[in-house]
């Protein structure tokens, strides 16, 4: 409201004056263009009512806190800078809200007083009045005097008041005018870069307004939408719906959410999202539409492609046919993403790519198509790499080369840029879904990204459909499945069982759903047994185990179980699955078989296994110092003799009556076991070697003082024993070997004995350099590092050579020396290597023979290989292929080898004598009593031991021998032949006792090769 006018002090002329004042104020407010126009003016309207040589107005900007001085003319100070308010008159006028006429007087009381301070220059006269607007004082108008010339009243105050209130209201409104002006070139500034598009129309739809946004979002220029209506640019799908909702909320009031197609001004329709608002005017009257509109195509094509793949889902939940899936996909991407084309092909085994399901307009392309994926240019396309490379392919426009086969096709029906993606399943490229537009570029990095996610998902979802099948099967499996099988969740309560599980445990699913399978709990177990199987497959385990269960009918059963836990997608443990299967009689026939693998069948004593069990336990035993024992080895002498004289069935009885006899000698603690054949063992826990020595020999007296019965005759059968301690420190294998060298020491000196062995270093080191002679005879057989020599055998009566001994040597490695038998030939026979030996010997000798067909070359043969029947078929079978003459070869068998298996040995000479191969007995004359054997053998020669020749010529009693060993040979039909003839007096003796052939040294020294002379 205008203040009143103020008291005139000089009549009618300042009433005037003031009048005139007033119409000025007017007509400035109304003319001037800005504060600074305003301000002139109104300073040049006070002046002509007052002096006002020095006049200014401060403005107070409240939310920063600054004062200003927007209008500032003084003779005797500077404009201030726009600051804090301080504690000046001006700020004393804005802090009261009252006129202030601040005299000299009234200046330094205020001062005093604390209410003011002194800044600037001194004025006499300071005259100030508040600016106010809706009662609030924002600024100051103030004159001032710095002389006595002029002086203020309180009619100057009075009139400057006035005029401070037609001019606060002035200002007042030109701030808030440019406030409108500042917000309005704000909002201008918003609307033009805001990423949203905001627009105006009127009721009927036409647009009166468009923000610049439009022309990046939409591609349309403000100016191009102006006056048009709005739903021109919506699809044609999408208008009936819009416009429901629109006239609905018109009728009702209120925001609405819109989602619809509207039209691109190049590239077709986008999605987009619209919030429109009801415009209305002063009487709350609809006058128009706000809209707010964002672009969501990348938002709509994500959610129509998501929603497709969960409808896929539904489709295989359902059980919906395969094809009419595939055609379903093909129809909703061209619907729902506005392609021309799509199609799904699958890979052949013939290479090429076969359509499995298509839809759009464009379908019409496929028509005699061919695509393949093993090469070619009809394999370069996107299908045919995408299924070669199992990533995404695409072509953006028709002169792309990989086209070329099919571009004319796609011209025709209007395609021009294609993408196809991988069906890959489980690593697999199953396939391939192709897409085709009608634009080219339409394949950029955003929809290649969302198509590949939807060809991801829709290769998962095939897979799905493969899984579903699969699932049935399985389930279908599980319900005909043998072996029972259990549910349960988590807290071990029954959620399904299949039929076998009824079958073995009499439950059925009705009975047993929901409770534990504690009800099967037989009590044989403990419970700390059921405590660790709980704690297995708590921790995610799979359990394995036996249960002895209780059937519904009471019966017990031993069950074999595997029970796994199954996690959820969250990881944590969600079912237990138990596979039951009845072991009842399996347990009864593994408990046999057990029993039978650590027992001898025909004994029932303890195997080889067993008793190495037990020495193991020995040996721990004794290393701990808590005991010592003895192990024996036991073998019966000659015993295959008789067993292959009267036959197995009759060793057997033998055999279960020799380990009766064995029994009733050993006291109870005594552990009797059986290698195999007729070797057997003995195990004396707490025994020390003179326990032991007394334990063998007894064992010994009683056999050899038994008679063994078999068939109604009686037969002697004798032992030999070997035998070492056994005190922790050496392993088993050391032990056995030890004992093994034991018992070949006591055959070695003629049966029937027993020999214990000190675990010395001068016996371990033995048996450890037999060992190793083992190894080196491996090597040199591997190697080829055996060489034969050859000695010569003379007829003495003419002392013409008529037969070659092949004499085995081992060369050393790397090109050394030559190795005599009696280095190696030794563990040759303890480690079973004679068999190897002799057949390599056999084989060189066969060779010779073949390109020397005069030569006649006698072969030694190892007592160990005449029990191999292998070796005999070989050798058998070698002589056959090598076509040697009759007579050229020839085999030495040793007397004792001879005498301690007649049988094999008659085979040997049988069998081999029939391929025209000839023999000779060995070292003949050791074992004299073998006079009895010599007539049973087939041999032609008989070669008389060396220790009986070599003193010959001064020894009556050897001579005697000799002579009666020609005189029975010659009596058989065989001609003898003297060994180690070492001195050449001796052979005269020989011719006159009538010995046909001599060898040795005297006659003949050993060659490695044979002269071509002796042919």
Request: aromatic share 8%; hydrophobic share 40%.
């Amino acid at each position: 409201m205008t203040a009143p006018l103020p008291a005139l002090r000089s009549g009618a002329f300042k009433a005037r004056r003031i009048r005139e004042s007033i119409f000025k104020i007017s007509k400035a407010v109304s003319m001037a263009e800005s504060l600074d126009d305003l301000c002139r003016e109104i300073h040049g309207i006070v002046a002509g009512l007052m002096p006002a040589e020095n006049f200014y107005i401060a403005l107070l900007d409240r939310e920063k806190n600054q004062l200003r001085f927007p209008y500032f003319i003084d003779s005797e100070d500077d404009v201030p800078e726009t600051a804090t308010p301080g504690r000046g008159l001006t700020e004393y006028v804005l802090r009261t809200g009252t006129p202030l006429l601040a005299t000299p007087e009234v200046f330094d009381r205020l001062v005093e007083e604390g209410e003011v301070e002194i800044l600037g220059p001194d004025s006499l006269d300071w005259l100030g009045v508040p600016l106010k607007a809706r009662g609030e004082t924002y600024g100051t108008l103030v004159v001032q005097s710095y002389t006595t010339d002029v002086r203020y009243s309180e009619d100057d105050r009075d009139l400057l008041v006035f005029v401070a209130d037609q001019v606060g209201h002035v200002v007042e409104r030109m701030r808030a005018d440019e406030a409108i002006r500042k917000a309005q070139a704000e909002l201008k500034r918003l609307t033009d870069h805001m990423i949203d598009a905001i627009s105006q129309t009127d009721m009927s739809g036409v647009f009166q307004f468009a923000s610049p946004s439009h022309r990046d979002r939409m591609g349309w220029t403000p100016e191009e939408l102006h006056g048009r209506p709005f739903f021109e640019f919506v699809h044609p799908d999408d208008r009936e719906a819009l416009t429901l909702r629109l006239a609905e909320t018109a009728e009702k009031g209120g925001t609405l959410p819109l989602v619809y197609r509207f039209a691109h001004k190049n590239e077709g329709h986008l999605w987009v999202e619209t919030v429109a608002n009801l415009l209305r005017d002063g009487e709350e009257q609809p006058q128009g539409w706000v809209l707010v509109t964002r672009d969501v195509t990348e938002r709509k094509e994500a959610e129509l492609v998501l929603s497709l793949v969960h409808e896929v889902d539904r489709k295989i939940l359902g059980r919906e046919p395969f094809d009419s899936i595939l055609d379903f996909v093909c129809t909703e991407i061209v619907a729902r993403l506005g392609f021309r084309l799509a199609w799904v092909g699958f890979k052949q085994p013939d290479g090429n790519v076969q359509p499995g399901a298509s839809a759009g307009p464009a379908s019409g392309y496929l028509d005699g198509f061919e695509v393949r994926w093993d090469g070619g240019p009809l394999a370069q396309g996107p299908t045919g790499k995408s299924i070669q490379t199992g990533k995404v392919q695409a072509v953006n426009s028709q002169d792309d080369e990989s086209w070329e086969p099919w571009r004319a096709r796609a011209k025709e029906c209007g395609l021009k840029s294609s993408a196809s993606f991988p069906l890959v399943s489980l690593g697999v490229v199953r396939g391939a879904l192709a897409i085709y537009s009608e634009r080219e570029g339409t394949f950029d990095t955003r929809m290649l990204n969302l198509l590949r996610r939807f060809a991801d998902q829709l290769a998962f979802s095939l897979m799905e459909a493969e899984h579903l099948e699969l699932i049935e099967l399985q389930t279908a499996a599980l319900e005909a499945a043998a072996n029972a099988v259990v549910i349960t969740n988590r807290d071990g309560k029954v959620e399904w069982v299949n039929p076998a599980f009824t079958q073995l445990t009499g439950y059925e699913l009705s009975e047993i759903l929901g409770e534990t399978p504690r009800v099967l709990k037989s009590g044989i177990q403990s419970d700390h047994y059921y405590q660790r199987l709980w704690e297995t497959i708590s921790e995610g385990q799979v359990w394995r185990g036996e249960l002895y269960n209780r059937r519904k009918d009471g019966s017990i059963y031993v069950e074999e179980q595997t029970i796994t836990p199954v996690r959820g997608a969250d990881g944590q443990i969600r079912h237990f699955v138990a596979i039951k299967q009845d072991v009842t009689t399996r347990r009864k026939d593994e408990e046999r078989i057990r029993y039978l693998a650590l027992h001898d069948p025909l004994t029932e004593l303890p195997n080889r296994r067993a008793l190495e069990e037990r020495l193991e336990r020995m040996i721990s035993e004794c290393s701990r110092g808590s005991r010592s024992g003895i192990l024996m080895l036991i073998d019966l002498d000659n015993f295959k003799i008789i067993n292959d004289t009267l036959g197995h069935p009759a060793g057997d009885r033998i055999l279960v009556e020799f380990t009766r006899l064995l029994r009733s000698v050993l006291r109870p603690g005594d552990q009797l076991g059986r290698l195999g054949g007729d070797e057997f063992v003995v195990l004396l826990e707490g025994s020390g070697p003179e326990a032991g020595r007394a334990t063998g020999e007894r064992l010994r007296q009683a056999v050899d003082a038994h008679r063994f019965r078999v068939e109604g005759r009686i037969y002697d059968l004798t032992i030999s024993v070997g035998m070492v301690p056994i005190d922790g420190r050496m392993d088993s294998s050391s032990i056995l070997s030890l004992a093994d060298s034991a018992l070949y020491i006591s055959k070695d000196r003629g049966r029937n004995q027993v020999t214990f062995l000190e675990a010395t270093v001068s016996t371990v080191s033995s048996l450890a350099l037999a060992g190793e002679w083992a190894g080196r005879i491996k090597s040199a057989i591997k190697e080829n590092r055996l060489v034969l020599m050859f000695q010569p055998i003379l007829r003495l009566a003419d002392s013409r050579v008529l037969h070659y001994e092949a004499l085995l040597r081992m060369r050393e490695e790397e090109g050394g020396g030559l190795i005599g038998p009696g280095s190696f030939l030794g563990a040759g026979e303890r480690f079973g290597l004679m068999p190897q030996i002799d057949r390599w010997v056999v084989r060189e000798v066969l060779s010779i023979l073949k390109s020397r067909p005069a030569l006649e070359i006698f072969v030694n043969v190892s007592g160990a290989s005449l029990g191999q029947e292998p070796l005999l078929t070989e050798i058998e079978a070698l002589v056959r292929e090598s076509g040697v003459k009759p007579g050229q070869l020839a085999f030495e068998i040793t007397e004792t080898a001879a005498v301690a298996d007649v049988v094999a040995v008659r085979q040997w000479m049988r069998r081999l004598k029939e391929l025209g191969c000839r023999f000779a007995l060995d070292d003949f004359g050791m074992g004299f009593s073998s006079f009895s054997y010599l007539q049973s053998l087939p041999a032609d020669y008989v070669k008389i031991d060396g220790a009986f020749i070599r003193d010959l010529s001064s020894n009556p009693a050897n001579r005697a021998l000799v002579k009666a060993i020609d005189t029975v040979a010659e009596t058989m039909g065989k001609e003898t032949i003297a060994e180690s003839v070492e001195d050449a007096r001796i052979i005269p003796v020989l011719r006159e006792l009538g010995v046909e052939f001599g060898q040795g040294f005297a006659l003949g020294m050993p060659a490695l090769g044979i002269p071509q002379s002796s042919e």
